[in-house]
């Protein structure tokens, strides 16, 4: 097997057990045991459970963003809002693992955030689409963000409960999402289904999957390089660091040694000056009569 053959078995594995187990329930032991690989081959690839870890929870949150991103390029809002809540339920039904994992609270080796982070990114793209939304109705484009939160959080929560329920079916919990987004409490439609160009764009050819795949491993080549780049430069911190501290030690012998010998000095001379005062004393006694 390859490196990178085995970079991805390692990479899969770990998505698994963190899934399943999560990342304080989850060792290198284990990952190692079930690649049947040594604990050191690891280490190797990612320096350690976090290392790891960095790697899936980016990979799925690049993933999951970019599905999300491509859904809100369409023209029209309803159609933004169609593909964006099934592009969600679509990577929750093919990534359950990976969703898994962003739901929980990510641990802190994570370079990337936690799943509300990863909320609030997309809100802000949703908040620019309700922002000229608003403007043409017009409503207060100020408003945006609040609205723009509001969607998210109702579509994201929705999603977690989708996770484990699975029913209704995926198009059928898109389409009563974007009946209460769209058509609010007072205006529900009782039969809302999702439109026929929205349900032909969640079936893409496999060719446009492979292309976002591509893009996906040139991001996360993108993300490693970054990270390699930050360590190098905190390797070099810690040297510069390292070298201040020698020199401040040798500075500071340096100054304690001058202070030894001055208090050597300063001892010679009281005993040379205690030697002479004694000296005097005795030559004074010697010129006393008898």
Not at 1 to 22: D, N
Not at 46 to 71: N, P, S
Not at 115 to 141: K, M, N, T
Not at 261 to 290: F, S, T, V
Request: glycine fraction near 6%; hydrophobic fraction near 40%; avoid cysteine.
């Amino acid at each position: 097997m390859s490196g990178s053959e085995r970079r991805e078995q390692l990479i899969h594995i770990s998505r698994t057990l963190f899934a399943e187990k999560g990342f304080d329930g989850t060792s290198i032991e284990e990952i190692a045991a079930t690649a049947q690989v040594s604990k050191p081959v690891v280490y190797e690839h990612f320096g350690g459970k976090e290392g790891v870890y960095a790697v899936v929870v980016d990979r799925e949150m690049q993933k999951l963003l970019g599905m999300i991103t491509e859904a809100l390029s369409a023209s029209h809002s309803l159609i933004k809002l169609e593909r964006a809540a099934l592009a969600l339920l679509r990577y929750i039904e093919e990534s359950s693992e990976g969703f898994r994992i962003l739901v929980r609270d990510s641990h802190v080796a994570s370079g990337t955030g936690t799943f509300a982070s990863l909320i609030s990114e997309i809100a802000s793209q949703v908040e620019d689409v309700l922002a000229d939304e608003f403007a043409e109705r017009g409503y207060d484009p100020k408003l945006a963000p609040m609205y723009a939160q509001m969607l998210v959080g109702m579509v994201a929560l929705t999603g977690q409960w989708w996770l484990d329920v699975r029913k209704p079916g995926r198009e059928e919990v898109a389409a009563h999402l974007v009946n209460l987004a769209w058509n609010g409490l007072t205006g529900l439609n009782p039969n809302p289904t999702i439109t026929a160009i929205s349900r032909s764009h969640a079936a893409a050819p496999a060719a446009k999957q492979r292309t976002n795949d591509k893009e996906l491993r040139e991001l996360e080549k993108a993300r490693e390089k970054e990270l390699k780049e930050a360590e190098k430069a905190r390797q070099k911190e810690l040297k510069e660091a390292e070298k201040a501290r020698v020199r401040e030690l040798k500075e500071r012998e340096r100054l304690l040694k001058e202070a030894e010998k001055a208090r050597e000095r300063e001892e010679k001379i009281r005993q040379r000056e205690a030697r002479l005062a004694e000296r005097a004393a005795r030559l004074g006694q010697g010129d006393q009569p008898e």
